[in-house]
């Protein structure tokens, strides 16, 4: 499948940022993971300005980076295709920032221990966002169960579910609110520019 230079480059970055984890350990985690505002100075890591965007290149394992990554070349390709490379990673970038902002609030709201947040989901959403808008009917099959079904079905269900765990605090670990961020942000910019036009 040929992939567009933003997707490759991003895909690129994600590896090479996974590698460089695996030799420097929690150092880049404490200067480039998302960290609450609350975060205790006695942790030596804290909040800082880039993390709303550094974050989304960090990964807790090779499962984590490998779903991430999996999904980004499934869908970004096609999303850059649809958006052209500069809007793909306006778009991207925007779903990761808007990802960090909710999962800053909710944080912050729930008070709950002083966590770092990492991974590249917050983008990922909003690809998978943007594949049900502008391929709504393609069909999209489930790993577990196999069960194929149409790109708007599949991303609204996995959006309710997404809430859902949320909501209950099911899978604890998992930063459910900000797969909605990524999802919420890549809606407010597809809407924006669909206004634009």
């Not at 925007?94 to 966590?115: I, K, R």
Request: hydrophobic share 55%.
């Amino acid at each position: 499948m040929f992939l567009p230079p933003i997707t490759r480059l991003l895909l690129i970055i994600n590896v090479t940022v996974y590698l460089l984890q695996q030799v420097f350990g929690d150092m880049l985690i404490i200067w480039f993971a998302l960290w609450p505002f609350h975060t205790p100075s006695s942790f030596g890591a804290g909040f800082l300005p880039w993390q709303v965007i550094s974050y989304g290149f960090l990964h807790g394992g090779l499962i984590h980076i490998g779903f991430n990554m999996l999904a980004l070349y499934m869908f970004g390709g096609q999303i850059e295709q649809v958006f052209g490379s500069r809007r793909f990673l306006i778009y991207y970038l925007g779903c990761v920032f808007a990802a960090a902002l909710a999962q800053l609030a909710m944080s912050t709201f729930s008070g709950g221990p002083a966590l770092p947040t990492v991974g590249a989901s917050g983008g990922v959403f909003g690809l998978l966002l943007a594949y049900g808008l502008f391929f709504p009917k393609r069909t999209v099959l489930l790993i577990f169960p196999p069960i194929p079904m149409p790109a708007w079905l599949f991303v609204t269900l996995y959006g309710l579910v997404e809430l859902y765990l949320g909501v209950t605090g099911t899978q604890a670990g998992v930063a459910h609110f900000a797969h909605l961020g990524g999802m919420l942000g890549g809606y407010i910019l597809i809407r924006q520019w669909r206004s634009r036009r």
